[in-house]
C-alpha cells in the first residue's frame, strides 16, 4: 500500500497528507481550490485535477470533505473515486457523514470490487498536526486489518466498530458528547470570569479532576484567549448535530441535550459564526 490518493486537504486533511508524505508514501491529492494546497505540492505531493484522476492506480484513497452531499458527490459523481479506483482498492471515507450514506457506498463499491470503510476520526487540528487522531471504523474487518498500520501513521487511537455505517454511529456518540460538554465547558469560564478568577489558575485545578475533558483542556484556554480560529468548524458541528437528530429520531430516541446545543450553533451561524471554531460557543455568554 504505498499509493495514496487524498480526497480533500483542508483542517484536517493537510496535515494528515503531510504524516503521510513524511513516511514516504507516494501521494496524490484533489482539493476544490488547488492554490490551498501548494505546500503540500512543495513537499512532495501530486495533484490530480479530479477525484478520479486521483483515485487512478492508488491502493488506499482517503476522502475527507465537508458535508454528506459532497461525500457522494466525490466517490459516486462522474469524476468520482469510483470511477477512477482500481479492483482491490480501499476507500476509506473519513468525513462524518451519515450512516445511511455509509452503507450505500460500501454496497456499490463492493460491486465495482472496491472495498469502502467509513472511518470518521475526532481530535480537531491539533490531533491532526500531532498524528493523535480517534478513527472510528465501520465495513469488513478484514480490510480494517488491512489499513490499520497505514491509519497508525496519524492516529493513536484506531479502533473496529462494526460493519458498515457503524463507524458513522461511533461518530455521532461523539459529538453528542461533546456537543454538551462544550456547553459546560462555556458556563464553567464565564462563571470563572463572573467570580473575578484567574482562568488559567483555574483551569489548572479542574482540567485534571472529575471534570477534565478534552474541550476543558484544549478549548478553554482557546475561550479564554477569545481565539476563535477553527480546529473543527461551527458550521461542521452544526451538519454533524443534525445528522445525530436525524438518527435518533429514527431510533424513537429524545436528547435534550443534543436539542439545546443544536440550537445554540444554529444561533452562532444565524449571527456569522459559521466559519468559527467550536470554541466560539462561548460568546453565547458575552455581555
Known amino acids: 500500500m504505498k499509493k495514496i490518493a487524498f480526497i480533500g486537504t483542508g483542517v484536517?486533511?493537510?496535515?494528515?497528507?503531510?504524516?503521510?508524505?513524511?513516511?514516504?508514501?507516494?501521494?496524490?491529492?484533489?482539493?476544490r481550490t488547488k492554490e490551498k494546497a501548494q505546500e503540500l505540492l512543495t513537499i512532495g505531493a501530486l495533484w490530480a485535477p479530479t477525484p478520479k484522476a486521483a483515485a487512478h492506480d492508488a491502493d488506499v484513497i482517503f476522502t475527507m470533505v465537508g458535508y454528506p452531499q459532497d461525500v457522494a458527490q466525490v466517490v459516486l459523481g462522474d469524476e468520482?473515486?469510483?470511477?477512477?479506483?482500481?479492483?482491490?482498492?480501499?476507500?476509506?471515507?473519513?468525513?462524518?457523514?451519515?450512516?445511511?450514506?455509509?452503507?450505500?457506498?460500501?454496497?456499490?463499491?463492493?460491486?465495482?470490487?472496491?472495498?469502502v470503510l467509513d472511518a470518521p476520526?475526532?481530535?480537531?487540528?491539533?490531533?491532526?498536526?500531532?498524528?493523535?487522531?480517534?478513527?472510528?471504523?465501520?465495513?469488513?474487518?478484514?480490510?480494517?486489518?488491512?489499513?490499520?498500520p497505514l491509519l497508525a501513521v496519524f492516529c493513536s487511537t484506531i479502533v473496529y466498530q462494526g460493519m458498515a455505517g457503524a463507524g458513522q454511529h461511533a461518530k455521532m456518540c461523539n459529538q453528542i458528547a461533546i456537543a454538551s460538554n462544550m456547553i459546560g465547558v462555556c458556563e464553567a469560564i464565564s462563571y470563572a470570569e463572573r467570580a473575578g478568577l484567574t482562568i488559567d489558575t483555574v483551569l489548572a485545578s479542574i482540567s485534571t479532576g472529575a471534570a477534565g475533558s478534552w474541550s476543558l483542556s484544549h478549548l478553554a484556554p482557546r475561550m479564554a484567549q477569545k481565539d476563535y480560529e477553527p480546529g473543527f468548524y461551527i458550521k461542521h458541528m452544526v451538519k454533524d448535530l443534525g445528522i445525530a437528530l436525524q438518527e435518533a429520531k429514527q431510533m424513537n430516541l429524545t436528547l435534550p441535550g443534543l436539542e439545546m446545543a443544536n440550537e445554540m450553533y444554529q444561533k452562532l451561524v444565524a449571527q456569522g459564526y459559521g466559519d468559527n471554531g467550536t470554541q466560539a460557543l462561548i460568546r453565547l455568554y458575552e455581555v
Open 12 to 31: 484536517m486533511g493537510k496535515s494528515i497528507v503531510k504524516h503521510l508524505l513524511a513516511k514516504q508514501y507516494e501521494v496524490s491529492i484533489y482539493t
Open 80 to 115: 468520482g473515486v469510483l470511477q477512477g479506483a482500481k479492483e482491490g482498492a480501499i476507500i476509506v471515507e473519513m468525513t462524518t457523514s451519515e450512516p445511511t450514506l455509509a452503507k450505500q457506498l460500501y454496497k456499490e463499491a463492493k460491486q465495482q470490487g472496491v472495498a
Open 121 to 148: 476520526v475526532s481530535g480537531g487540528d491539533l490531533g491532526a498536526q500531532n498524528g493523535t487522531l480517534s478513527i472510528m471504523i465501520g465495513g469488513d474487518e478484514a480490510v480494517f486489518n488491512q489499513v490499520q
